[in-house]
Nanobody, 124 residues
Framework: QVQLVESGGGLVQAGGSLRLSCAAS????????MGWFRQAPGKEREFVAH????????HYEDSVKGRFTISRDNTKNTVYLQMNSLKPEDTAVYYC?????????????????WGQGTQVTVSA
């Protein structure tokens, strides 16, 4: 089992920045693929970013490209999501997810382990 705990969410004005962290514990492995997803009220959970176990391969949802950066520190079993130039439409609960292998990094069901989520609210 892998436990994931997100932190770093909060309330920020449009144009501001936040850095989310996702700390893994339990049967952790630096070989896990990690993803960030978000879910706004009344909407489906959607893909935000993915990072491979090595940290070399990264993918982003189109609307966050150039504004968000995913990174990981395998010595700390932690993945980060640096979010800059935040917009009101970024408001959502943000979840991190992990799995040893993923069929499709954009798909929710590709990931076995999930955190409890952290709220990000961007005011206009």
């Amino acid at each position: 089992q892998v436990q994931l705990v997100e932190s770093g969410g909060g309330l920020v004005q449009a144009g501001g920045s936040l850095r989310l962290s996702c700390a893994a514990s339990g049967r952790t492995s630096s070989n896990n693929h990690m993803g960030w997803f978000r879910q706004a009220p009344g909407k489906e959970r959607e893909f935000v970013a993915h990072i491979s176990w090595s940290g070399i391969t990264k993918h982003y949802e189109d609307s966050v490209k150039g504004r968000f950066t995913i990174s990981r520190d395998n010595t700390k079993n932690t993945v980060y999501l640096q979010m800059n130039s935040l917009k009101p439409e970024d408001t959502a609960v943000y979840y991190c997810a992990a799995d040893y292998s993923v069929i499709s990094y954009k798909v929710v069901t590709s990931y076995t382990y999930w955190g409890q989520g952290t709220q990000v609210t961007v005011s206009a």
